[in-house]
């Protein structure tokens, strides 16, 4: 099957606007796809739009923009990006941007929203080739009836979920059928963004890692994330307890670092802080404040992760870190690969218990640090 926009296409364009409703965990895996393109196409000139294109914007996902604008910005193949706004009236300023930019061709890759991306595509330009996804619900079937006739070209984004495995295979078919890319297109090879962290994370993270430890080199880093951006992808604090008092009566040399989304750091810190059980052991709360690179930085730095299925998981796997996954079954698409343990819970990820955490974890301590003075269990 023919991609929707073609080698000559892509050859003869100079400016391509890339859209979609961008999380740091689909970056992992679109990002790939993006270099491929320009490595493919070096002439071309890259603009990324990931506001989400919300009817009502929502001030919390403005959140996102710092963390990903430093990751694409770290990517030197973009030009310009659109961040999530928050309101109707910065959107409008973006299309007007973007409007001024005469983009030859216009791709929008996602799931939700597709009819409002496939509307914003055209306001941006009249005589740009726009393609697009197209998924349901049909919240309104009339309007995405018009929105999507007036674009040149789209496909099914819930036929290619239907078709994957992963959500390495999604993004694979999707570039592939819109943009013509291959795996064989891949810079690297890999389906999932390699990182290069700067020395100077490196040396926060170790600066970070040795005060917890007070610079014992046989303690074992356990870098823990128990929070996403869903109520039901989250492992409740109180359920989080257990499993951390149960390492403890089985491993003497644990350290535990808690990552969290930076609105929920005080909350965490005191809920911490607040516990007598908790507040004794070595735990030290943290968020990336300064930049986003200072996450993948500590995960490298650290032994082994237990993390909800969020950006965390995704990021372990990209640092080679054995990890213990806590998701729902409704997202296996999203299972990390590498070195986990996938733990799937009914619906939510709460109903995974604690024991069956500690029991992961220590089939993972047990296979990698086995033999090793990191590997200490109480008699």
Known sequence: MSSLISHTQLQNAQRILYMTHLAIGDFVYQSV????LKAKYPHLVIDV??????????????????????????LGIIDNTYPIVGDLAQRQGYISQA????????????KNRSEQFAKIARKISTSAFVVASKSKPLSNPIAKWLYFNN???YFSYDDMVKSSQHITDLYGQCFER??????GDLVDGQKQLVFHVDAIYQQQACTLINKLTANDTNKLVVFVNHLSTADKRDYPFAQLKQVILTLELQYQNLVYIFNCPPDKLNEVTTQVAEDSE???LAITTFTAKQNFFQLPALIAQSDIVISAETATAHLAVCMDKPQVTIMSNDLTLWQPKGDSIILTGSGQAKSITPQ????????QLKQHYSGTPK?????
Do not use: M
């Not at 796809?33 to 491929?36: E, G, I, R, S």
């Not at 409007?99 to 996602?110: A, E, R, T």
């Open 278 to 280: 908790l507040n004794h």
């Open 356 to 363: 069956q955490i500690v029991d992961a974890f220590t089939q």
């Open 151 to 153: 674009i040149n070209a």
């Open 99 to 110: 409007q001024s930019l005469n983009y030859d061709l216009i791709v929008f890759i996602g």
């Open 33 to 36: 796809w993006l270099k491929a």
């Open 375 to 379: 590997l200490a269990e109480r008699l």
């Open 49 to 74: 739009w990931f506001d989400d294109c919300r009817s009502r914007p929502q001030s919390w996902a403005t959140g996102r923009n710092k963390v990903l604008n430093e990751w694409i910005d770290s």
């Open 178 to 183: 819109a943009l013509g890319l291959t795996c």
